[in-house]
């Protein structure tokens, strides 16, 4: 544990590149998603994506490329805020549980668990002792993941101070994004030293071989999603091949008797 350096140190690459490339490349790796996704679908693997970062670093537009051409019904994606008055009092982990993939499904967390260690840690809605538990409790709940066979990928949005000014600055001047900015938004802000120690932490104690973390540098809209978008593909394709599987034979002995049909002809159906 603890191969990141601190997050302040991490550079960030802002070459643009060519937006002809970048959809090229983007619609390549959508695709080969899509081919994971029909492969956990026909084993019944199952995806935990969980997403955490600054504000305004990226996640949702992440999030939107990733389920962009997935199908539906087998991803969720959970928006996690403040516990609701039924998650109060209970482990701060048992939402959490509720929320993990069923067989075949893919559970995509915009923020996650780790708000125990980061903003109620930052905001003292829980004591020092219960916070520095946590980071044990959080490597045994993911341990207890991946032992389970759930593929889990953690990305770490990361962007400046001045890129995360200038983008929150950009939504307060459209109203089309007003929506996104809250009071709580400059709150986090006057604490960024704090929450650069409480990611530093982070890092050190919950970058495991299990569950590592992954840091995309993100003040390159594009450049981040892109590379944000090569690590689930590697992470999840790991042991899965980029042939599809053949037709079940069922289905097309199924077919032959109803249609006479064979594959690769180009039968008519009576």
């Given at each position: 544990?603890?191969?990141w350096p601190s997050l302040d140190k991490i550079e960030m690459d802002n070459d643009p590149i060519d937006k002809?490339?970048?959809?090229?490349?983007?619609?390549?790796?959508?695709?080969?998603?899509?081919?994971?996704?029909?492969?956990?679908?026909?084993?019944?693997?199952?995806v935990?994506?969980?997403?955490?970062?600054w504000d305004a670093a990226g996640k949702g537009g992440l999030i939107e490329r990733i389920v962009g051409t997935l199908e539906p019904k087998s991803v969720h994606v959970w928006r996690i805020g403040a516990p609701t008055p039924e998650e109060q009092g209970r482990h701060y982990l048992w939402r959490f549980w509720n929320r993990l993939p069923a067989p075949g499904n893919w559970a995509i967390f915009d923020r996650t668990w780790y708000g125990r260690v980061l903003v109620e840690r930052i905001e003292g809605f829980c004591a020092k002792d219960v916070w520095k538990r946590a980071y044990r409790e959080i490597n045994e709940f993911e341990r207890q993941l991946t032992d389970d066979g759930v593929r889990?990928?953690?990305?770490?949005?990361?962007?400046?101070?001045?890129?995360?000014?200038?983008?929150i600055v950009s939504r307060m001047e459209n109203p089309k994004k007003h929506y996104k900015v809250g009071v709580e938004d400059f709150r986090n802000l006057?604490?960024?030293?704090?929450?650069?120690?409480?990611?530093?932490?982070?890092?050190?104690?919950?970058?495991?071989?299990?569950?590592?973390?992954?840091?995309?540098a993100s003040d390159d809209k594009r450049r981040a999603r892109i590379e944000a978008l090569k690590v689930v593909a590697k992470v999840l394709g790991r042991g899965v091949g980029t042939e599809l599987p053949p037709l079940d034979p069922e289905v097309v002995e199924a077919a032959r008797k109803l249609w006479d049909w064979k594959p690769g002809a180009n039968t008519k159906t009576k």
């Open positions: 544990m603890g191969k002809d490339d970048y959809e090229d490349e983007q619609e390549k790796l959508q695709h080969r998603l899509l081919d994971l996704q029909v492969h956990n679908l026909r084993t019944g693997g199952r935990l994506i969980a997403l955490d970062g889990v990928v953690k990305l770490l949005m990361h962007t400046s101070e001045e890129e995360q000014k200038k983008r006057r604490r960024r030293k704090d929450y650069l120690a409480a990611f530093d932490d982070m890092l050190a104690k919950t970058d495991t071989s299990h569950a590592p973390w992954h840091v995309i």
